[in-house]
């Protein structure tokens, strides 16, 4: 029940930022087919049309932003939320952990993880609308809803929750935003992290070297 010895964990910590080094400078080129997963999990083509226009917002709106951080799937430091976990961030020498942070943004990663993760949430925004609205007559919406754990109505009633904000980063600008703290709001928050999730891959311990798993 020792802590480790404070020369080991740096040596360890340095190990593992030359891995990350090594390993990952072309992350964001590998990742590029988890563009695709958002719109696998639409279930049909006519999600293609919807894909483009959503990849266009979350690149210029910061409304999508702030949704996806509201619903928790996009943090400031993608790093943390990804290939370290918070726990193992602990484990880092300041340094080590400094060169890291600065080998993702660099690299591209970390807004790359967030411009996914953004542009699911746009997705499975448009997903649950197009389900509640159900305009074609699919007999499977409500079925896909209910996947989700939200209704018709829940989704219809947070639609008609929007009403425009200030942007806290530039008050000259209007953002238009829907409330996600009423009961049918917390159930659209719940579904559309459950899509971002299950739309994009999140790197766990089977897919890094077994020691990295090991703080």
Request: proline share 7%; net charge neutral; glycine share 4%.
């Amino acid at each position: 029940n020792q802590s480790m010895d404070p020369f080991w964990r740096k040596t360890q910590s340095y190990l593992a930022a030359a891995q990350y080094t090594l390993l990952l400078p072309l992350a964001v080129i590998g990742s590029l087919p988890e563009l695709a997963g958002p719109i696998i999990n639409s279930k049909d083509f006519s999600s293609l049309e919807y894909a483009f226009r959503t990849m266009k917002e979350s690149l210029t709106k910061p409304e999508a932003r702030e949704l996806a951080e509201d619903i928790g799937v996009v943090s400031n430091d993608a790093l943390t939320n990804g290939y370290i976990t918070a726990a193992e961030q602990e484990f880092l020498d300041p340094q080590a952990r400094k060169w890291t942070d600065t080998f993702f943004r660099v690299t591209l990663l970390d807004p790359y993880t967030n411009f996914t993760r953004t542009f699911a949430t746009g997705m499975g925004v448009q997903f649950l609308i197009r389900h509640a609205e159900n305009a074609t007559g699919n007999p499977n919406s409500a079925r896909y809803l209910r996947d989700l754990g939200v209704s018709a109505q829940d989704v219809k009633t947070w639609m008609g929750s929007s009403k425009e904000v200030a942007d806290p980063k530039d008050p000259k600008r209007r953002l238009v935003v829907r409330d996600l703290s009423t009961p049918e709001g917390k159930r659209v928050s719940d579904a559309l992290y459950k899509f971002v999730e299950s739309s994009i891959l999140r790197p766990n311990a089977a897919e890094r070297p077994i020691w990295a798993s090991d703080p």
